[in-house]
């Protein structure tokens, strides 16, 4: 049995030129792979300080170990840069088949760099790797995209793209997988990443057998669990994350306005699982290894089936900006899809935009003739594509909140839902104080999945943590159990696997264990949560190098003074101070720098 080898390849996109590097067990060990690895490896030998566009800059795209296996849920992929949004630590992590076809061609992950004279594609296959000329490609949209490359290449194939955002470096750009069914590695902008390079895809098709140590023994495992699995996920096979509408809304954690009211109960309603099942459902959409099929497939009129809104698309374009029409919020996926733009940030856009003119802090010079009104589908319909062609007050607002908010009166950051520069996911950190340590610390900005908290405070538990009841989500002692989950949820970005499996029944013990069967490298819960921590603060290091302060480790002044006034939630206003110094004592970290100190680096081992 050969010891296990995580195998890079790197791509010089001025010269031309690939070259696979094989990462050893040790470094396997200690990151797993991943954006775990993905991490080390830009601390370890990308550019310490480098602009995102720049040529130099590196974009990973990497699998894990589980990635291609019989391991629950694992056909995902995560993508790695310094974030054009805010310069800091950019993770994008996505679903669909490319990453398991790329372990298929024999290839683990991609390190990019460099610069294309003339727009390409990479084609990887069992054959190798080309470069393929895309300047017929370069304007088209991405399901034209997959389309034309799938022709050239492999009907077969996985394709990853981006669309005319990440060609002009609009720092909401997308990287979109599994062309018509929109899987989108969305958050951090690295679609301009990719467009900076001139790099429009890299197309994949293998035929090989993904490595696996005990293989039997993994496949039995799984076997022993499909049927409990199915059965505890069955509620998202059933409605998908579309399903979380109404109970979100009902909670007080769905964003209204901007998160500036209470409630909609009437729209939520229409813009529901309910409401998706009767008008435009068609059918699940399963990404590579999965039992669940929480995504959806949808069609309207004559349109071809096309991938349809989750839940945060459907609550940050419908309650967010007041749009209740489930065929409209559609409308406007498809077009961020076929843009290439990440839904979220720019819904979080688009609500603040709405917010600012009607408070009189748009200049006109900046809208253009433009005016966005709040429950306008077909404004916003225009609003996102200018953002995806760079032009006009989309334009603008594409540009990121770091940037926006330098043009616009001082008072406009008081709504502006973002942290570190990251537009807020659907999830209101006034229903859960967890959420708001979350949002504060996560180590790409506003993330609700970096720690994954709220399901913890609403239907999980996790007995290796010693999380053996459900949350109180107004608790005020939540520095631990935050950091414990960020830690745990950066395994599962590691290996690579779903987090959704949770709900399956997947649990910390069944990764170590699938860790082990796939590797040949035994670690224990307590090694592999370890583990986890150090993924963890590695990101925060890099954070720290590119300019990270403990200053930004917090939330908007809406969210700290402004409590909602009705509901479940009513009157909460997280006390993020206090949870941030027990969270940063738990942590290890200088409150004075934001960084993990000289012990706790020495205690990882970093």
């Keep these: 049995m050969s010891d296990f080898v995580f195998r890079l390849l790197d791509v010089d996109l001025t010269g031309h030129t690939t070259r696979v590097t094989l990462i050893g067990r040790e470094t396997v060990r200690r990151f797993i792979g991943g954006t775990g690895l993905a991490a080390w490896l830009l601390w370890k030998e990308g550019p310490e300080d480098v602009d995102p566009l720049a040529p130099e800059a590196h974009l990973l795209f990497m699998t894990g170990p589980l990635t291609g296996t019989a391991a629950a849920s694992s056909g995902r992929h995560g993508m790695a840069a310094r974030s054009p949004l805010n310069g800091l630590w950019g993770e994008a992590n996505v679903g669909g088949t490319w990453g398991t076809m790329l372990r298929k061609a024999g290839i683990d992950g991609l ?28 304007g088209t949209d991405t399901f034209e995209t997959t389309d034309t490359i799938l022709r050239e290449t492999h009907t077969g194939a996985a394709v990853s793209c981006i669309g005319p955002a990440g060609e002009q470096c609009v720092r909401i750009a997308a990287v979109m997988t599994d062309g018509h069914h929109g899987r989108a590695a969305g958050r951090g902008g690295l679609g301009a990443v990719m467009g900076s390079k001139n790099l429009k895809a890299i197309a994949v098709h293998g035929t090989q057998q993904v490595p696996i140590a005990w293989r039997e023994k993994l496949v039995q495992d799984i076997r022993e669990m499909a049927q409990s699995y199915r059965e ?82 459907l609550a940050l374009f419908g309650g967010n900006i007041l749009v209740d029409d489930i065929e409209a919020i559609q409308q406007i996926n498809e077009v961020c899809n076929r843009f290439g733009i990440d839904t979220m940030e720019a819904g979080s856009l688009a609500a603040f935009a709405m917010e600012a003119f009607e408070k009189g802090l748009l200049p006109a010079d900046i809208c253009g003739g433009f005016e966005p009104h709040w429950g306008d589908a077909a404004g916003t319909v225009e609003l996102v594509t200018q953002m995806g062609e760079n032009r006009g007050l989309g334009g603008f607002l594409a ?40 949002y504060a610390t996560s180590n790409r900005g506003a993330c609700h999945l970096q720690g994954f908290t709220h399901a913890f405070e609403r239907n999980l538990t996790e007995p290796t943590l010693g999380i053996h009841e459900i949350g109180d989500r107004f608790g005020t002692r939540k520095g631990k159990v935050v950091a414990d989950l960020q830690d745990y949820m950066a395994l599962f970005d590691s290996l690579t696997t779903c987090k959704l499996s949770m ?104």
């Design 399 to 438: 540009r990121g909140y770091v940037n926006i908010l330098k043009e616009l009166p001082p008072e406009a950051g008081d709504f502006a839902m973002h942290v570190k520069g990251l537009g807020f996911p659907a999830h209101d950190p006034r229903a859960y104080n967890s959420v708001a340590l979350g």
């Design 111 to 138: 390190r990019v760099s460099g610069k294309s004279e003339q727009p390409v594609y990479l084609w990887i296959s069992d054959e190798g790797v080309r470069f393929r000329e895309a300047r017929h490609l370069w």
């Design 503 to 606: 709900f399956g029944g997947v649990r910390i013990p069944h990764l170590a264990r699938w860790f082990a069967m796939v590797t040949n490298i035994a670690m224990d819960e307590e090694e592999i949560m370890e583990t986890g921590s150090r993924i963890y603060n590695m990101k925060r290091l890099l954070n720290v190098r590119w300019g990270a302060t403990p200053a930004m480790d917090t939330l908007p002044r809406r969210m700290l003074s402004q409590a909602r006034k009705d509901g479940p939630s009513m009157d909460n206003l997280p006390p993020l101070d206090k949870m941030l110094a027990q969270y940063y004592a738990y942590r290890g970290w200088d409150p004075s720098t934001g960084a993990p100190t000289a012990r706790k680096r020495n205690e990882l081992g970093i």
């Design 232 to 313: 505890s996920a069955a509620r998202l096979t059933q409605g998908g994350t579309p399903g979380l509408v109404i109970p979100q809304e009902q909670l007080g954690s769905y964003p209204v306005k901007n998160y500036a009211l209470d409630h909609w109960p009437e729209g939520a309603e229409k813009t529901s699982w309910p409401a998706m099942e009767k008008s435009i459902f068609v059918k699940n959409y399963h990404c590579a290894g999965c039992m669940i099929g929480c995504g959806r497939t949808v069609k309207m009129g004559e349109q071809a089936v096309t991938g349809g809104p989750e839940y945060e698309t």
